[in-house]
């Protein structure tokens, strides 16, 4: 399929002018009943246990501390075939994340993948970033070599398509960032939610946010992206706060990578050690998070997270609550009471429970960084 790649402008001006129309509601609310889907699981484990097969991935990433160690991870395990990298605005402006993606990649000796710039702004709201948790060139301040490396031409929501379509039901989605690309790849192409084997994405939290009371970063950058693919039928993955506010960065795995003698395991340390001495300048306890590493890790080790059904739906409407992702486990699906005296009533309620969603819940912290800083600091 043939994507123009210049209309990605016109398309935000789109969503701007059918914001309170029939057009966006119906693309963010999806089908009216939702089919039950295959969820995804992984059953890829390490080589020891004699897996020939990695799973082919396309990542989606806003570069961004802990998106350079997902990133890292991804690259240095071959339980995964990384078919291309694309990036979105979401921490810092595309214009950082893009070079800070090709960057990464060209440090893990990785300039045979592909890496395409997508959205500059979320689909209908001002952009919002993270600079002040990830310094200004969201490396914690630590600068890494020019790229020799550069983009591909495609933007990055027509490489998602080409290559999903490509083939259809072995690609899956990690999306560490504003689910903007992959909404706008799902807008494109209809038909993407039938080719893609399933989405693994860091993002929301059924346990409160970080940005509100309600909403996680990602999905408050961007609620109408992450609400269609919530509402996609795609088969989702959530590894969101409840689990990633347990891995914690500590001087003990700092001490690890900087006795690791690659140049992956050396640039980490470099932002590790950064963005440690940021957190103690603003008398922060403890460290960063590692969030999306730790999503990328349910495809590698998945036994480090432990998961529950959900079916998962993104506030969009609501201006306290706009990006909450909100979970049921079980019937009655119900919505808000119908306002006294406004037309018919409009409470909503879906008879059956159907999950969309398999959230992780629980994690094991030591398997992750044994994981993590094994594989950053492997010349394998």
């Given amino acids: 399929m043939k994507l123009d790649v210049c209309r990605w402008k016109s398309d935000r001006r789109v969503f701007l002018k059918t914001a309170t129309g029939s057009a966006i509601i119906a693309m963010i609310e999806g089908q009216s009943a939702i089919a039950k889907p295959t969820l995804f699981v992984q059953t890829a484990g390490s080589n020891s246990l004699g897996v020939t097969k990695a799973t082919r991935v396309i990542i989606d990433t806003d570069p961004g501390v802990d998106d350079a160690f997902a990133l890292m991870l991804a690259l240095q395990s071959p339980e995964l075939k990384v078919e291309a990298v694309t990036a979105v605005a979401g921490n810092l402006p595309l214009g950082i994340t893009l070079p800070n993606a090709l960057r990464l990649v060209e440090i893990c000796d990785r300039a045979d993948i592909p890496v395409a710039g997508g959205a500059a702004a979320p689909l209908i709201r001002r952009q919002v970033t993270a ?11 630590v600068e890494l070599p020019e790229p020799k490396i550069t983009p591909v031409k495609e933007h990055a929501a027509d490489l998602i398509c080409r290559i999903a379509n490509q083939s259809p039901g072995e690609v899956t989605l990690i999306g560490l960032g504003p689910l903007t690309n992959i909404a706008l790849a799902l807008r494109a192409d209809p038909t993407l939610s039938k080719a893609v084997k399933g989405i693994v994405l860091m993002g929301g939290s059924l346990s409160g946010g970080n940005v509100t009371p309600a909403a996680e970063f990602n999905f408050y950058v961007d609620p109408e992206a992450a609400s269609i693919v919530f509402n996609s039928g795609i088969p989702i993955t959530m590894v969101g706060l409840d689990v990633t506010r347990k891995v914690e960065l500590t001087e003990s795995y700092i001490r690890q990578l900087e006795a690791g003698k690659n140049k992956p395991s050396q640039a980490a340390a470099r932002i590790a050690r950064a ?30 997270l432990t998961f529950e059904d959900y079916q998962v739906k993104i506030e969009t409407t609501g201006t306290i ?4 992702s909100v979970g049921w486990k079980r019937d009655p699906i119900n919505y808000a009471a119908a306002l006294e005296n406004i037309g018919p009533s409009s409470t909503k309620s879906e008879g059956t429970f159907t999950p969309n969603t398999k959230v992780a819940v629980d994690v094991r912290p030591d398997e992750f960084f044994h994981l993590l800083i094994e594989r950053i600091t492997s010349n394998a």
């Fill in 131 to 141: 600079a002040s948790a990830h310094g200004e060139n969201g490396l914690g301040g």
């Fill in 275 to 304: 963005i440690m001495a940021t957190y103690k300048k603003h008398g922060q306890n403890g460290g960063p998070t590692l969030h999306d590493p730790l999503a990328v890790s349910a495809l590698i080790r998945p036994n480090i």
């Fill in 321 to 324: 609550t706009a990006g909450e």
